[in-house]
């Protein structure tokens, strides 16, 4: 990428958020595209993969604050035309102006300083001038992954194990790119530097040198593992404990075992998003557990004790004569338990109305209806009788 391609580059438009996005913002939109682009969830999908590179480059600069503000400032000047004006050539003299010049003085301690745009750019175009071979240490890529647990995995707790694929350092190579037993020379266009320089114009512009990739050196044998790449993508295995009372779409966050950092940094984390399937029986809201239980009619008029299921066992509720159907019971402490913390069992009691019945049955129904005097409906009723005297006196 050369360096105008990068100013000129919106990161922001690429993740798809404005300028004033906060850090939140723009890590909960890059891990939503990531997910979605990510080559394990499209293979062979090319234009997906080039997505998911270009998101994890945006990702990588407006994720740092640093890089960020410094990627800020450069736009900005390039927008005040900071940038034009000058007359074309390799930098030489006061009417020339060379990116590559600038960047190489701020890395010596002139406009930039350390730690700025010139270490910036110098990040970004995989290189480093005399005094700076050791590449930058940067903290590891965040990985998120998902996991199906059962209703009662996630009640109780699980064990489980997380196969992650993710980009590693060779092993073959060690990171060089070439057969072992051989190493990379400098490469002879850029003279190591990893940038050749190109006029357009009024100006001069310095760019990852084609010969060598940007590197600053030339594989002649390549690695036969990594063919070069310097890195493989590598699957592991990682077991951790998903704590009791997780619930479903619930986020976990496992410090320290993202990808590994670059040049001694730090490692990312890892995010776990946890699928709870549903219960035969329970469902969940909170750390409540509900469960609707049927019961006759006579129960609900003359009471009744029921025995209804929990997660540890059973329990016997009473039934007080009268209950309504649809009366909710509580049973404390008998729900979703977390450290220091349980929810109650909601059992609710609802009366099963049989689809065929004898004619014996039939016979006692009507009988307990001539029994009956009571209205079950007095309000509405009275409302049907208003509208039926309104209805006569229009007729008349």
Known sequence: ????????????????????????????????????????????????????????????????????????????????????????GNGGGAGGFDLGDLLRNARSGGA????????????????????QQRPRARRGADVETEVALSFDQA?????????????????????????????????????????????????????PCTNCGGT?????QKCPTCHGDRTVLRTRTLRTRIPAGVSDGQRIKLAGKGE?????????????????GKHELFGRTGDNLTLTVPVTFPELVGGTTITVPTLTGSVSL??????????????????????GH???????????????????AAEALAAFADAVEEDPRPQISRMVGRSGRHAARDDA
């Open 1 to 88: 990428m050369a360096a105008q391609d990068y100013y000129e580059k919106d990161y922001y438009a690429e993740l798809g958020v404005p300028k004033t996005a906060t850090a939140a913002e723009i890590k909960k939109t890059y891990r939503k595209l990531a997910r979605d682009l990510h080559p394990d969830k499209n293979p062979g999908n090319t234009q997906a993969e080039e997505r998911f590179k270009a998101v994890s480059e945006a990702n990588d600069v407006l994720s740092d604050d640093a890089k960020r503000k410094e990627y800020d400032e450069a736009r900005e000047l390039a927008a005040s035309g900071a940038f034009r004006g000058f007359s074309g």
């Open 112 to 131: 930039g300083g350390e730690g700025g745009l010139g270490d910036l750019f110098g990040g970004l175009f995989n290189r480093g001038g005399a005094g």
């Open 155 to 207: 009640v109780h707790g699980e064990t489980v194990p997380l196969q992650l694929t993710e980009r590693m350092t060779c092993d073959t190579c060690h990171g060089t790119g070439a057969k072992p037993g051989t190493s990379p020379h400098t490469c002879g266009v850029c003279g190591g530097s990893g940038l050749t320089t190109r006029n357009q114009g009024s100006f001069a512009f310095s760019e």
């Open 216 to 220: 600053g050196s030339v594989i002649d």
């Open 260 to 276: 590994p950092g670059l040049g001694g940094g730090p490692a990312g984390d890892l995010y776990v998003v946890v699928h709870v």
């Open 318 to 339: 009473r039934v007080a004569p009268g209950t309504a159907s649809g009366r909710k019971l509580r049973v404390k402490g008998a729900g979703v338990a977390r450290t």
């Open 342 to 360: 349980a929810g109650d069992l909601i059992v609710t009691v609802e009366v099963s109305v049989p689809q065929r019945i004898s004619a014996e």
